[in-house]
């Protein structure tokens, strides 16, 4: 009877595993199949930072997964970012600014339990926005539409850029 190298297997394994996983790349397109469980509507006071308020409301409500559907009101100061290049990595570009905004879309993601959105703002003159950030102040109010998504999906990787 042959005996077995255990520890030449066990080497074997450890040094395949990291090759295996630093080739194996997503395919082009991943999908993954949800309904919506539940629709909650989440309404931000005057002075409410709106990053936080909605992570509160994430935490409040056990919110693992789930897709923003809609979001207004009006704010009056924001802090978001945008991609400011055309390679990888991709360059960030910070923005912020004080005075009277409408807040006419956000929408993203919750990505087990980590908030993942987008928000337009517009003045008198133009639209523009970005990636929400803490110091986004809400002014007369807020409210965003949530859609709950299974908590047995595994979202955690959708916004990584590095699962390339």
């Known amino acids: 009877m042959k005996k077995t190298n255990w520890f030449g297997v066990a ?5 395949a595993l990291p090759l295996a996983a630093a080739e194996t790349s997503p ?11 539940r629709v909650i509507v989440v309404r ?17 409500q056990h919110i693992k997964n789930a897709v923003i559907l809609s979001g207004v009101g009006s704010v009056t100061s924001y802090r978001v970012h945008a991609v400011n290049n055309t390679t990888l990595p991709a360059k960030l570009a910070y923005s912020q600014h004080d005075g009277p905004m409408d807040l006419i879309a956000v929408n993203g ?3 087990g339990g980590r908030i993942h959105a987008h928000i ?11 990636h929400l950030h803490e110091g986004t102040k809400v002014f007369t109010f807020a409210i965003v539409t949530l859609g709950l998504l299974d908590d047995d999906i595994d979202l955690s990787r959708f916004d990584d850029d590095n699962w390339r």
């Not at 931000?44 to 994430?58: F, I, M, R």
């Open 27 to 37: 395919p082009d397109v991943v999908t993954v199949p949800s309904d919506i469980k």
């Open 44 to 60: 931000l006071k005057y002075q409410t930072d709106l990053l936080k308020g909605l992570e509160d409301a994430v935490k409040n």
């Open 120 to 130: 337009t703002m517009t003045d008198n003159q133009k639209a523009f926005g970005g």
């Open 11 to 15: 080497m074997l394994v450890l040094v």
């Open 109 to 111: 993601y919750v990505l």
